[in-house]
């Protein structure tokens, strides 16, 4: 593979989703069916508008308490750096980062976000998610991904975890929410 072919995200993905499964419940039987991860699309905007709403109506997902209109969303999301889950048509999820500052000393320090569409969870999906982000952010020169998860967002720490990130500090009453004092304990993962 080129390097040209590490960095378009089209070739990528088709790299990294060949063969992996995932299962759905179906009654008492779980099938596996394909997810796909692949760079996010526009016309993917309105699943991943839901699927964002669902995290923010958990109150544990993040300190927004509405979604952002595309423009700004998409302003703030490099191209390069957003994807989404799909299985049989439905995006199920959706993983992408942006620049921590415009500063030239963390041009390669990104933070993601990384979401799961209610029902989805438990699937592998938010895996799939991360380790695309994390292999596309590595292929390009990034060298740190860093995120900021409430301490209660146990799920999102522990699929950080397994992705190679680790816990830097917690920065203690950092932001409120709907009136609350809320801590947010910061991750990272360094390229190898």
């Known amino acids: 593979m080129t390097v040209d072919e590490w960095i378009d ?32 699309r526009d016309e993917d905007w309105p699943a991943v508008h839901a699927t964002y709403a669902q995290g923010i109506a958990t109150g544990n997902a993040t300190f927004e308490t509405e979604v952002p209109a595309f423009d700004r969303w998409s302003a703030t999301h490099p191209s390069a750096y957003r994807f989404v889950a799909e299985r049989a048509g439905e995006v199920t999820g959706w993983v992408a980062a942006s620049p921590v500052s415009e500063r030239c000393a963390y041009a390669g320090v990104l933070e993601n976000s990384v979401y799961v569409a209610t029902g989805m969870h438990g699937q592998g999906i938010g895996r799939r998610l991360l380790e695309t982000l994390i292999a596309h952010a590595d292929a390009t020169g990034i060298w740190t991904i860093q995120s900021g998860v409430f301490p209660e967002n146990v799920a999102s720490l522990e699929l950080h975890r397994r992705c190679g990130f680790r ?19 910061l991750i990272e993962r360094r390229k190898p």
Do not use: C, K, Y
């Open 9 to 40: 995200p089209n070739v990528f993905h088709r790299r990294l989703s060949m063969g992996r499964m995932a299962s759905m419940q179906i009654g008492s039987h779980t099938v596996a069916t394909e997810v796909e991860v692949r760079p996010f």
């Open 167 to 185: 816990v830097v500090g917690t920065r203690e009453r950092i932001g409120q929410l709907n009136g609350t004092w809320r801590d947010v304990i």
